[in-house]
């Protein structure tokens, strides 16, 4: 079993344990049912998440470089809060509506960041609700921490801060993930604009390389042409040079 391979198999049960966490996530956070089946689901999927996360890094190859470069993985593990992020991973199938390799790059990143700030803004407005809810804080309802979180994420400041250690914590997170998301619309625009003038560049040596290489196919046919005219002209038993 190759790591490629592992990962191949495990990239829709693990998608869905995502979709199901957020779900059961959600409803406990929501409802309050208090010792309910969610609590149940949300540790099957961190077992399932945490054995995802064993198995890679025994078969990564080096795995001590795998380990260094996937601290998301890790992330994901340790703090449930990140576990929805592996939703992610289903913006990629929109990839189909574009129709050349940049252009389908470009679409996955728009649609990548869009997913994400969006993925972002109600995943850290349930943990803040979860954290402020029944305490002196002016967070007590889903709408507010929906507005505080889309707040720190769209101005990157601390409007309405959390009273909580763990709801400023999630507000530090989004404000940085905002900050993220700028950083990779901004990296992408300039690939983007790289590659139209690289596209330009092989379109135009492609039609001068066409041009001269038929520019030489007529010069050798004119030199042809001009020996036979020549050959007949002269008379018979003299060569031309």
Not at 5 to 24: D, G, H, S, Y
Not at 69 to 85: E, F, N
Not at 132 to 149: H, M
């Amino acid at each position: 079993m190759t790591q490629a391979r592992w990962q191949k198999l495990t990239e829709w049960p693990l998608t869905i344990a995502a979709v199901v966490f957020l779900a059961a996530y959600s409803y406990e956070v929501i409802a309050e049912p208090g010792g309910s089946v969610a609590e149940v689901i949300i540790a099957a999927t961190w077992v399932a998440f945490a054995a995802d996360y064993v198995v890679n890094l025994v078969l990564a190859r080096p795995r001590w470089r795998w380990f260094y470069t996937h601290l998301l993985d890790l992330a994901i593990v340790v703090l449930p809060m990140l576990r929805p992020l592996r939703l992610l991973r289903l913006v990629t199938l929109l990839a189909i509506l574009n129709r050349t390799a940049g252009a389908a790059f470009r679409g996955r990143v728009i649609i990548y960041a869009a997913g994400a700030s969006t993925l972002l803004v109600y995943v850290a407005g349930l943990a803040v609700l979860d954290a402020e809810r029944g305490g002196d804080g002016s967070i007590q309802t889903l709408g507010q921490a929906l507005w505080r979180a889309f707040a720190a994420i769209t101005t990157i400041t601390t409007v309405g801060f959390p009273a909580t250690y763990t709801g400023q914590l999630v507000a530090v997170g989004v404000m940085i993930g905002g900050i993220a998301l700028i950083g990779v619309v901004a990296a992408t625009l300039a690939s983007w604009i790289v590659e139209r003038v690289e596209q330009k560049e092989a379109v135009t040596e492609a039609i001068t390389s066409a041009h001269i290489e038929a520019l030489t196919t007529e010069t050798s046919s004119l030199r042809k042409l001009i020996e036979v005219k020549v050959s007949e002209t002269l008379p018979d038993g003299a060569s031309s040079r």
